[in-house]
T-cell receptor, first 116, second 115 residues
Framework: EADIYQTPRYLVIGTGKKITLECSQT?????MYWYQQDPGMELHLIHY???????EKGDLSSESTVSRIRTEHFPLTLESARPSHTSQYLC???????????????FGEGSRLTVL | AQKVTQAQTEISVVEKEDVTLDCVYE???????LFWYKQPPSGELVFLIR??????QNEISGRYSWNFQKSTSSFNFTITASQVVDSAVYFC????????????FGQGTILTVHP
């Protein structure tokens, strides 16, 4: 069972609010990822990190930002939420030592964001 | 660029039927990895299997089996004697050999198993 946690699970907010989605893992994994899942189910990588102080943008452009100050923590922030940000955000991690570059990811349960 | 296609958006079966979920991919990589993930209603993606590009041996795990064919760029997933608990969204995914864990997902297939 993976030990990766996301909070909040559900969030409904108004336009223009700043929000932070939290993601923490207790497995000591060096790599962490944020995927955005739209209502049509497709998942797209929006951010990833290969270690502390390392962050990169993913394949799908996103107005969100991330930080990686600690190995276990990879929060995602939206400075000014808009209805177009309504989506499910899934955090994941992987272990370079055990799984190398093979991409076996451990996912959190997701944060479902609704912006009114 | 890599692409993963799951042609079936939704499949509905009755319990105990066998069901096959199709997945085809496009790539120019010589080394790559293919995956299947399950997303139950709780939301998290659960890893089911990983195959690498140089191992075309099919795999069976209980009621699950996977058929990897490089010649047709396909990696199909079969559930034998389906059960209601198999109801979920299933994703096929791809990672290039140097992608360092960044996955490209298919569109997902919603599987509903009726009692």
């Amino acid at each position: 069972e993976a030990d990766i946690y996301q909070t909040p699970r559900y969030l409904v907010i108004g336009t223009g609010k700043k929000i932070t989605l939290e993601c923490s893992q207790t497995m000591g994994h060096d790599k962490m990822y944020w995927y955005q899942q739209d209502p049509g189910m497709e998942l797209h990588l929006i951010h990833y990190s290969y270690g502390v102080n390392s962050t990169e943008k993913g394949d799908l452009s996103s107005e969100s930002t991330v930080s990686r100050i600690r190995t276990e923590h990879f929060p995602l922030t939206l400075e000014s939420a808009r209805p177009s940000h309504t989506s499910q955000y899934l955090c994941a991690s992987s272990d370079r030592i055990r799984t190398g570059n093979t991409g076996e990811l451990f996912f959190g349960e997701g944060s479902r964001l609704t912006v009114l | 660029a890599q692409k993963v296609t799951q042609a079936q958006t939704e499949i509905s079966v009755v319990e105990k039927e066998d069901v096959t979920l199709d997945c085809v991919y496009e790539t120019r990589d010589t080394t790559y990895y293919l995956f299947w993930y399950k997303q139950p209603p709780s939301g998290e993606l659960v890893f089911l299997i990983r195959r690498n590009s140089f191992d075309e041996q099919n795999e069976i795990s209980g009621r699950y089996s996977w058929n990897f064919q490089k010649s047709t760029s396909s990696f199909n997933f079969t559930i034998t004697a389906s059960q209601v608990v198999d109801s979920a969204v299933y994703f096929c995914a791809y990672a290039g050999g140097t992608s360092y864990g960044k996955l490209t997902f298919g569109q997902g297939t919603i599987l509903t198993v009726h009692p």
